[in-house]
Structures are given as C-alpha cells and as structure tokens.
C-alpha cells in the first residue's frame, strides 16, 4: 500500500511537470504582485477542463507575452495562503476558497469561470463502514481538505440532512493525506476530486453523493480563475491574454472535443476514458455566457457569483469555519468581467 500512494504522489508530480510547471510548491521569480514585467507566475490544481488543452499545446506564453512560471498546488487553501504572502499572480481556485480570499481581502479579484462543479467531486465511503446515505455518516471518520469546495459541500449535505459537524469524526487532509488514510483503513469515508476520488472509488469505494446533486438545491460550487490586482493593473493585456488563453482551449473542446480529450488525457497523465468520464463531472461556461446574471455578469450589473461567493462566506461563518465574511459589496467588488469583454472584442 505504502509503493502504491508513493505512485500517485508521483503521478501528481509528473502532471505538474508534463503540465509545463516550471515550478512545483515553490514560486521562483515572483512578480510579487506585479513588479516584474518579465514573469507571471499561475498557480494550477489538477483540474480536468479545457485549460489543459491551452497548457498541452503550450500556449499560455504566446497569449500573455511573457514568461509563464507554472506552479502546482494541492488545494485551495495553499494557493490562498501563497496569495497572502504575493507570490502568484494569477491561479485556479475553487468558489469557497475565493470566498474566503475575498472576505479576507488577499488582493486579487474573480475573472474568470473555469467549470461548475458537479459529479467531479463526490462523498465516498468504504464498502466496510456501511455508509450508504448522508445520514449513515453519523459517528464516522469523515476527510476532506478544510476550506476547499468539498469542504463546503460535505457542510451543506450534512445541513439537508439535519445533521451536525459534531455528529461524525470530521478529519481535515489534502488529498494525497486522504488516499494513504484511505489505503490503511484510517478513515470510513471523503469529500475529495480527482484523481483522488477516481483511485479511492476504484479501491472498493461507493459514490454516496456528488456535488452536483446539492446544485439540484441551489449550492452552487465552481473552479474560477483570480488575479492579483495590482498586478491586473500593472499588466491589463497580461490579464486579458490569459482569458484569451482560456477562450481557446474552450473553443478546442466545444469544436473538436475527441481531440481536445486527448490532449487533456496526455496533459493529466491519464487515458483518454477516464479525461471523457471526468469531464462529464463539470459544465464548462463559454466566454460570453459568463457575462449573464448567472455568471459574473458586467461591470453594470453584477451576475449571480457575488451573491454565490457572499452565502458561501456567511454559511462557513455559521459552521464555525472561518471567523468572518463580508459585505455583499466586497464581493462584488472581487469579481470584474473587464478581461472578459476585451479578450471577446480582440478575438
């Protein structure tokens, strides 16, 4: 078991390599939001959408004129904190991440929808904890990575269910922490994304949930994209050619998505089956689609995320979660479809 969580701890950093990451854990060359011209430094997750497309066929150089430092991250919470200490430029987050980022003002602001979450994160439980509902949790030793999108999903099942965290043994664990948990039998179940979720699942694991069942409720939960906002400021083609990167490797999948997949498989380091099968867990936004009240909206009028981001903040704050959220107008504040609309016009 121990050679086998060493290969998938590998695998995570073999993505980060064959992703084109010029950095991994550790950011060299920091822009330190903005001061440099030479460098942008992004922070990714292993996340399967098309942005893939635009890093396989390396790209992203191209579009934003200048040096692009990659960096891989395991989770939300450690792209926040590397925010806070202004060594990223820009990064893909999840929406209860963002949330936090924003009601803690880290200085960056939403540009951009990557995906909404669906079946690509899910509750999983071991065929021997006898787990079969959300309401089977109760006394169980529950993981998944405190402050991500799982995190707040889990918290909100439990809400539907009239249950407490209190009611079960809930663990906090990146997921590499949660598959060797998993592996030695330490836990009775997680709320985790791939590629730990499709390797647990494997491993004798029963889907009891996934996140798009709680869309079904009104819980939205997304992957965004952040930039610093000095640095936005400094570097405004930067940022707009970012989305412009975005806008291609969605237009790859929506025009030619057997190749598209193909290329993400080869991206990820996974087969082409399981890129397809796991794209089927996110609904992928068009550019122009995220300028409407359900998305970002314009610089007119707010779209729905402000308000997603704000109830998302709130509801950590009655959980106990975090200590305080903010303001509806600090996360509208935190949101700008500028980048959106010039990438569009110049395109």
Aim: with cysteine; aromatic share 8%.
């Amino acid at each position: 078991m121990r050679n086998k969580t060493k290969r998938l701890t590998a695998f995570l950093l073999t993505a980060a390599v064959a992703l084109g990451a010029t950095g991994c854990g550790t950011v060299s060359g920091s822009s330190k939001g903005g001061a440099s011209a030479s460098i942008v430094n992004i922070g990714v997750q292993t996340l399967i959408t098309p942005e893939l497309v635009t890093r396989y066929e390396k790209l992203y150089e191209k579009y934003l004129g200048m040096k692009v430092n990659l960096v891989q991250f395991n989770s939300g919470a450690d792209i926040n904190k590397a925010f806070s200490s202004k060594s990223l430029d820009i990064a893909s987050i999840g929406s209860s991440p963002v949330s936090i980022g924003l009601a803690n003002n880290l200085g960056y602001e939403v540009i951009w929808y990557h995906d909404v979450i669906g079946s690509a994160e899910s509750l999983v439980a071991t065929k021997a904890s006898g787990i079969h509902k959300i309401e089977d949790l109760k006394g169980k030793k529950v993981a998944t990575p405190f402050a991500s999108t799982a995190h707040y999903n889990l918290l909100n099942a439990l809400k539907f269910a009239h249950m407490k965290t209190s009611d079960l043994q809930l663990l906090d664990m990146q997921p590499n922490d949660i598959y060797a948990a998993w592996q030695r039998g330490d836990i009775d179940a997680a709320y985790v994304w791939n590629p730990v979720l499709g390797e647990i699942t494997k491993e004798s694991g029963t889907v009891i949930m996934g996140s798009g069942d709680l869309v079904k409720k009104g819980v939205v939960t997304a992957d965004l994209a952040v930039i610093n906002k000095d640095f936005a400021a400094k570097h405004p083609a930067v940022a707009t050619g970012y989305i412009k990167a975005q806008l291609y490797g969605l237009s790859q999948y929506q025009s030619n998505q057997s190749k598209a997949i193909k290329e993400i498989a080869s991206a990820a380091g996974i087969s082409e089956t399981e890129a397809k099968n796991q794209a089927k867990g996110f609904t992928y936004p068009a550019g122009k689609e995220q300028l409407g009240a359900g998305y970002l909206g314009t610089a007119k009028e707010k779209g729905a995320l402000a308000k997603t981001l704000k109830d998302t903040a709130d509801f950590l704050v009655q959980q106990g979660s975090i200590d305080k959220s903010a303001p509806l107008s600090t996360f509208q504040n935190g949101i700008t479809s500028e980048f959106i609309e010039k990438a569009l016009r110049e395109k």
